[in-house]
């Protein structure tokens, strides 16, 4: 069974703190090293199924055309030897670039789209939830709110919201109007 030793540099601040870890695993035979997983990843590397960019595609052509194999491509460009045979072949066969997709169908049509604007335009007040409610009961339609803000922000219909005033009375505004008068009539002297 090999045994386990753990090596620590201690903390400026405390001794008692670990500042960083290296795992050693040790048997008879040899000594194997383990890093942390933040000391594996390589920022320059592109996360697992993500798509390769061109310029990286024509570099891995540029390579393969001075000669150089998968293996050596890899290493240099820190990708894996079967994305780089991937890219050759298919520069091979004639495709530079990887097909378009599809991406997620739109939930609104067209005609759903205007009439979500012309509700909005008669009535700027209406609110995200208020117009979901009404397109389930007559159009049998469930989009979400979120939904609805992006494609009236996408017609140039920015939301508002009132402004909030003091409630005044009709004995009140007269008695404003009144004092006003007399503050212009006093300032006119």
């Known amino acids: 069974m090999p ?32 890093k942390a997983p933040s000391m594996q990843a390589n920022p320059t590397e592109t996360p697992p199924g993500s798509e390769i960019s061109q310029a990286i595609r024509n570099l891995v052509i540029s390579h393969h055309q001075d000669g150089k194999g998968y293996k050596t491509i890899g290493s240099l460009l820190r990708l894996p030897k079967g994305t780089v045979q991937t890219i050759v072949r298919k520069f091979k066969n004639g495709v530079s670039a990887p ?30 939830e208020t117009l979901q409610e ?37 004995a009140n505004k007269g008695k404003r109007l009144a004092y006003a008068k007399n503050l212009a009539r006093g300032a006119a002297q």
């Open 3 to 34: 045994s386990v030793k753990m090596l620590t540099t201690p903390n400026k601040h405390s001794m008692h703190h670990v500042h960083s870890s290296l795992f050693l695993l040790t048997s008879h035979e040899h000594t194997k090293t383990l």
């Open 99 to 128: 097909k378009p997709r599809s991406g997620r169908p739109r939930v609104t049509t067209e005609s759903e789209d205007r009439l979500i604007t012309r509700e909005i335009k008669k009535n700027r007040r209406l609110s995200a």
């Open 134 to 170: 009404s397109l389930a009961v007559f159009h049998d339609k469930d989009i979400s709110t979120q939904t609805i803000r992006r494609r009236i922000k996408a017609e140039g219909l920015n939301g508002r919201a009132a402004r909030r005033k003091p409630f005044i009375s009709k």
